[in-house]
């Protein structure tokens, strides 16, 4: 659905963009996080056809943006982070005024417009004046703008960005059922953990390189130089430290008050004889979880030492 090669924007000798593969399926919710100026915006530009590279390639739907960029447009649902809204048109009034751009019928319009108000949750704000609407409100009416023509591939730049923590919660409801409507779509974001538990897959660029994408949780693993399980017994816990000390898989263990943190070797996946082992040691466990590593730790991890 959405494919790049090497794209790449340069901006004298600051390269914006530089040499991004991307490869998106139908389905795909991707999370685009970086922090300020890491080419987020840049980049969902190029594949928006809003903005030419200076090298590489991108496809949407299987075409290119040199060649059809007509097509592309009308494939696209690009929501920039600022947007204008007009003065003296109330909600109904701009989303139809926008539904005619689409070229959608206009015995189409009205009902179309209603559906992507309900979408976002502003049908309730139908006759108020865009103009008078909060920050919020008014992301809400520009994403239901974006979905007015039903585009295929979705760029959100920043959509939650002003949104309050109802709206996130919200707008992270949307983003999951447009990824099961199977639209392919780009989210960007600085806020991390936002994006956890919407997106399918994630990338994370910083100054300009993709430094890591793939599923949510391989990009997880990879954060992760090992695993660190915490477990808690009903009694005796240093005598249950000793013996999972002693297992081939287990680095260390680090008693926590009562608990006991086991720090499993690099790369040990398989962790199931922790439990097998104190079970016939007769211990009875209150607590057996590993840890969680959520996108923002993942984040300062992977971007640990990312050259200038
Ligand atoms: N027209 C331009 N001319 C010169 N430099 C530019 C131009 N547009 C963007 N840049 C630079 O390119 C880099 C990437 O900018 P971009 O807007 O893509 O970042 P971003 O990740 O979207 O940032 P933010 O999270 O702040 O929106 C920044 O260093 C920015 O200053």
Same mark, same amino acid.
């Given at each position: 659905?959405?494919?790049?090669?090497?794209?790449?924007? $340069?901006?004298?000798?600051? %390269? +914006?963009?530089?040499?991004? &593969?991307?490869?998106?399926?139908?389905?795909?919710?991707?999370? %685009?996080?970086?922090?300020?100026?890491?080419?987020?915006?840049?980049? /969902?530009? /190029?594949?928006?056809?809003?903005?030419?590279?200076?090298?590489?390639?991108?496809?949407?739907?299987?075409?290119?943006?040199?060649?059809?960029?007509?097509?592309?447009?009308?494939?696209?649902?690009?929501?920039?982070?600022?947007?204008?809204?007009? &003065?003296?048109?109330?909600?109904?009034?701009?989303?139809?005024?926008?539904?005619?751009?689409?070229?959608?019928?206009?015995?189409?319009?009205?009902?179309?417009?209603?559906?992507?108000?309900?979408?976002?949750?502003?049908?309730?704000?139908? &006759?108020?004046?865009?103009? $008078?609407?909060?920050?919020?409100?008014?992301?809400?009416?520009?994403?239901?703008?974006?979905? !007015?023509?039903?585009?295929?591939?979705?760029?959100?730049?920043?959509?939650?960005?002003?949104? &309050?923590?109802? +709206?996130?919660?919200?707008?992270?409801?949307? !983003?999951?059922?447009?990824?099961?409507?199977?639209?392919?779509?780009?989210?960007?974001?600085?806020?991390?953990?936002? !994006?956890?538990?919407?997106?399918?897959?994630?990338? /994370?660029?910083?100054?300009?390189?993709?430094?890591?994408?793939?599923?949510?949780?391989?990009?997880?693993?990879?954060?992760? #130089?090992?695993?660190?399980?915490?477990?808690?017994?009903?009694?005796?816990? #240093?005598?249950?430290?000793?013996?999972?000390?002693?297992? =081939?898989?287990?680095?260390?263990? =680090?008693?926590?008050?009562?608990?006991?943190?086991?720090?499993? *070797?690099?790369?040990?996946?398989?962790?199931?004889?922790?439990?097998?082992?104190? %079970?016939?040691?007769?211990?009875?466990?209150?607590?057996?979880?590993?840890?969680?590593?959520?996108? #923002?730790?993942? %984040?300062? #991890?992977?971007? *640990?030492?990312? @050259? @200038?």
């Amino acid at each position: 659905m959405i494919e790049t090669r090497k794209l790449t924007k $340069q901006y004298g000798n600051l %390269f +914006a963009v530089n040499q991004i &593969d991307l490869k998106l399926e139908e389905g795909d919710v991707f999370g %685009f996080i970086g922090p300020n100026g890491s080419g987020k915006t840049t980049t /969902m530009r /190029m594949i928006a056809t809003l903005l030419e590279p200076d090298y590489g390639e991108a496809y949407v739907c299987g075409k290119s943006i040199y060649t059809h960029s007509e097509e592309i447009r009308r494939l696209v649902g690009y929501t920039p982070d600022f947007f204008g809204v007009y &003065d003296d048109m109330t909600v109904m009034e701009y989303l139809e005024f926008f539904a005619s751009t689409y070229r959608i019928k206009s015995s189409e319009r009205r009902r179309i417009c209603e559906e992507k108000l309900e979408m976002v949750d502003m049908g309730f704000k139908r &006759d108020a004046m865009v103009n $008078q609407l909060s920050r919020g409100q008014t992301q809400r009416i520009g994403l239901a703008r974006t979905l !007015l023509h039903d585009p295929a591939v979705l760029l959100l730049d920043e959509p939650a960005s002003g949104l &309050d923590p109802r +709206a996130r919660i919200e707008m992270r409801n949307l !983003l999951k059922r447009l990824g099961e409507l199977d639209k392919t779509v780009i989210v960007s974001s600085h806020i991390l953990p936002e !994006l956890a538990d919407v997106c399918t897959r994630v990338g /994370m660029i910083e100054k300009g390189n993709l430094i890591v994408d793939g599923y949510v949780h391989e990009v997880m693993k990879k954060a992760r #130089e090992a695993t660190l399980l915490y477990v808690r017994v009903t009694e005796e816990p #240093e005598r249950a430290a000793n013996l999972v000390g002693q297992l =081939d898989i287990v680095d260390r263990v =680090d008693m926590v008050g009562e608990q006991l943190n086991v720090t499993l *070797k690099p790369n040990v996946m398989d962790y199931s004889e922790i439990p097998t082992v104190l %079970f016939e040691a007769g211990f009875k466990l209150n607590l057996f979880r590993e840890e969680e590593v959520n996108l #923002e730790t993942a %984040f300062m #991890e992977l971007t *640990k030492g990312v @050259q @200038q």
